[in-house]
């Protein structure tokens, strides 16, 4: 197995994030700094910081009902509270598959399974996301046609094509169901933005057809061995 996969599937960090640490110096293999590539057996000695790291994973998974006011990191420079701290007692060492910023909320999962948080960011698998969003003022049927079709966000960064609907709408507000296929840093509100529209809520609300149903902001359970399994064939 591939060192980052290895460090993935421990939850140390995503497999992006295991390249960092090797290129910092902190793995280890039998004693020897790890390089990008090294492939880890069972009897190997693989080591993070000089921890000994076990070759059995027990993997964890979890549904959080992320509020706003917390990040989706493992530690904040800033001191602002983190979506671990919302976990229950006893939870492993799991950690945010992908981000919902700061000022949002909504469905985020947990895991130490890399594989599984893998499949569910890379772009290349196009899984769907839902979100709910509210703007103020109306949207126009222009706008929601330039969204659709993709806008460009930043200098040479378009977003792709993505499904829009209309929930509620008057003069002070709209709301929508937008769904996206990628996961781009504040992609939605970069969006809104690029057509002149201001997002003031945003919520996820499904991964594929997985929902948050019965569960309040702010709460966190443990995820079915069914709902696992869906989420692994997406």
Known sequence: MRINKFLAAQGI???RGADELIAAGRISINGKTAQAG???GEGDDVRFDGKTLSHTVKYEY???NKPKGCVCTVK???GRKTVLELLPKGAGHVVPV???DYDTEGMLILTNDGDLAFRLTNPKNEIPKTYLVRTEG???SAQLNRLRAGVEIEKGVVTK??????????????KLHVVLTEGKNREIRKMFEAVGAHV???KRIKIGDLTLSGLDRGACRKLSAEEVFYLKNL
């Open 13 to 15: 960090a995503s497999r």
């Open 38 to 40: 090294d492939d880890v």
């Open 62 to 64: 979890y549904l959080l």
């Open 76 to 78: 904040d420079e800033k």
């Open 98 to 100: 992908g981000r919902l």
């Open 138 to 140: 109306a949207v126009t």
């Open 161 to 174: 094509k993505c499904r829009i609907q209309v929930v509620e709408t008057d003069k002070a507000y709209t």
């Open 200 to 202: 003031d809520f945003l």
